[in-house]
């Protein structure tokens, strides 16, 4: 069966720095990968989404993940944090053609 | 421009009574899908519709009904039944013509019992 593990419910991080959120997936046949960020009170929102196309997949908000076989990982990394980063953040792995398998999700807080 | 609206935003509930959170689409997707978020549980599957007329228990489906009578429209009915409902509902959809394709979720509707 295919699944996540998301690594670490919270992160914090100054402004500026390196946003990096961790994601593992277990999958028995090629993975569709995607990252979504939910802000308070709203739904979630595509951030970028690996089809087997190229590894680093580049999003919105100027995030990007890189798809590593090797290691079954997917991070998601933003070069320098704003403080309008601060949101929770999860991994999904397509399951068939009609479900995703959501992570546990990381809230990321960001430091003035 | 096509979405999801997920109507009322808010919503009261007494206990023993019976509400419908509303869920349209114009995107044309097959598949629908109603999660429950709750803090620090992430997102849990309810209910899930692959075509109209049909859907399918999700992971916590005890306490909510659904129906699927247009492609466009998936209500959620939590019952008297579910003993916790106050959470947080979104609704999602999918094309359902492959595994590339995300969620489009909506805005969401938080359910609180009064």
């Known amino acids: 069966a295919q699944s996540v593990t998301q690594l670490g419910s919270h992160v914090s991080v100054s402004e500026g720095a390196l946003v990096l959120l961790r994601c593992n997936y277990s999958s028995s046949v090629p993975p569709y990968l995607f990252w979504y960020v939910q802000y308070p009170n709203q739904g979630l929102q595509l951030l970028l989404k690996?089809?087997?196309?190229?590894?680093l997949v580049k999003g919105i908000n100027g995030f990007e993940a890189e798809f590593k076989k090797s290691e079954t990982s997917f991070h998601l990394t933003k070069p320098s944090a704003h403080m309008s980063d601060a949101a929770e953040y999860f991994c999904a792995v397509s399951v068939n053609d009609y479900k995703l398998s959501f992570g546990a999700g990381t809230t990321v807080t960001v430091r003035a | 421009d096509g979405g999801i609206t997920q109507s009322p935003k808010y919503l009261f509930r007494k206990e023993g009574q019976n509400v419908t959170l509303s869920c349209e689409q114009n995107?044309?997707?097959?598949?629908m899908y109603w999660y429950r978020q709750d803090p620090g549980q992430g997102l849990r599957l309810i209910y899930y519709s692959q075509i109209v007329n049909d859907f399918q228990k999700g992971d916590i489906a005890e306490g909510y009904s659904v129906s699927r009578e247009k492609k466009e429209s998936f209500p959620l009915t939590v019952t008297s039944a579910q003993k916790n409902p106050t959470a947080f509902y979104l609704c999602?959809?999918?094309?359902?013509?492959?595994?590339?394709?995300?969620?489009?979720f909506g805005s969401g509707t938080r359910l609180t019992v009064v």
């Open positions: 999602a959809s999918r094309p359902g013509t492959g595994k590339s394709g995300g969620y489009t």
């Open positions: 995107l044309n997707h097959d598949a």
């Open positions: 690996y089809t087997s196309a190229a590894t």
